[in-house]
């Protein structure tokens, strides 16, 4: 298939070297800084035209698919001008930053005849898989959560749209917690309500948006979900759920249950950093399998959706219990 990809900075060459293992073909790159891309198609010895404008790229090349690896502010027209041109779109976290945006998506995707998936690649990793396999024939009664990472101020400072409402949409929720709680509800359905808070702990003059936030969730089954981004270091993720008989863990990689580490088949090549960095090209060979042999992709705007509207509901919270 023909694949461009519209930004191209961190986290492009994850998808790139996700593509070639996937055997398609990388035909253009597109970032507003056309060095970045023109460094990327060296550095990966590709063949592609570089553009300086997605709309330009859209309407030149023939493309089968498009990645969106751009700031979170520019997901959703950039989702919405391919999918008008039926052009298949696999588009980075957040797909949106506000519910106006999403219902703008949804109805893109509901007149276009391509697909739209969204990254949430650690759905992918085998524990992650494995854990939701277990569950399914379970009923999960509570959960507990912890992302503790670091982000400092050189991260924020290395690029401007991060760190504030309007570009970013959030912080440590909607950038890097995201994935877990897409996990979380993943494995045990949505919840009914939610109550917490966020607070910015550690960066107050330099970002507007959070770097923590605690919140409980409640309905078939309660959770409590703690995740800041001001940690000394990244630690691995932890995510424990019960049901009725069973205790299950997770933590980084590893699924324990019942405290018994249990055995799983590798992760594949780490393109990335631990923890997020073996999905992208399980998630990548799904997206093109499914377009090649015309089945729908697992994660749809429907599955995005969940987690955002948890995070909204969170960001409206401020200690009030809130419905989802
Ligand atoms: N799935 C994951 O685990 C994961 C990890 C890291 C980043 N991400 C996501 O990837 C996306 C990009 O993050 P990043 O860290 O690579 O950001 P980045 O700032 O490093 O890169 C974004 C690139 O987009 C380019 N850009 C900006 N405006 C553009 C426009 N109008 N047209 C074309 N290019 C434009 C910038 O010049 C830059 O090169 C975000 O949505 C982020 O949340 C996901």
């Known amino acids: 298939m023909k694949v461009a990809i519209i930004g191209t900075g961190s986290i492009a060459p994850v998808h790139i070297r996700a593509i070639k293992d996937a055997n398609e073909e990388i035909v253009a790159l597109c970032d507003v800084v056309p060095a970045k891309a023109e460094k990327l198609n060296s550095v990966y010895g590709l063949d592609a035209s570089i553009y300086a404008d997605y709309l330009e790229m859209l309407e030149k090349e023939k493309l089968d698919a498009v990645h969106v690896c ?8 950039m989702i919405v001008r391919a999918l008008e041109s039926n052009i298949n779109v696999l588009a980075e976290k957040p797909i949106c930053i506000n519910e106006s945006e999403l219902e703008n998506i949804k109805s893109a995707t509901k007149k276009s005849n391509a697909q739209l998936g969204v990254c949430f690649q650690n759905r992918y990793l085998p524990a992650n898989r494995k854990l939701r396999e277990l569950l399914a024939k379970e009923k999960p009664l509570s959960a507990t959560t912890k992302v503790v990472w670091r982000r400092d101020e050189a991260y924020y400072k290395s690029a401007p749209w991060r760190g504030k409402w309007e570009t970013e949409g959030g912080g440590v929720m909607i950038n890097q ?36 936030a605690e919140f409980v969730m409640a309905g078939k089954y309660v959770a409590s979900f703690y995740a800041t981004t001001a940690s000394y270091k990244n630690f691995p993720i932890e995510i424990e759920i019960r049901t009725r008989t069973n205790i299950y863990r997770i933590i980084g990689e590893d699924l324990y249950v019942n405290g018994n580490l249990q055995e799983l088949p590798a992760a594949g090549e780490l393109y990335g950093k631990p923890h997020w960095g073996a999905g992208h090209s399980h998630l990548i060979r799904d997206f093109y399998s499914c377009l090649r042999e015309g089945r729908t992709f697992p994660i749809d705007v429907y599955e995005a959706e969940k987690s955002l509207r948890v995070i909204w509901a969170l960001y409206r919270s401020n200690g009030q219990e809130i419905l989802i």
């Open 70 to 77: 751009t700031p979170h502010h520019l997901h959703r027209e």
């Open 177 to 212: 917690a995201i994935h877990t709680l897409d996990l979380l509800l993943w494995y045990c359905g949505m919840p009914e309500k939610i109550k917490g808070a966020i607070a910015n702990t550690n960066l107050k003059e330099i970002i507007e948006v959070e770097t923590t």
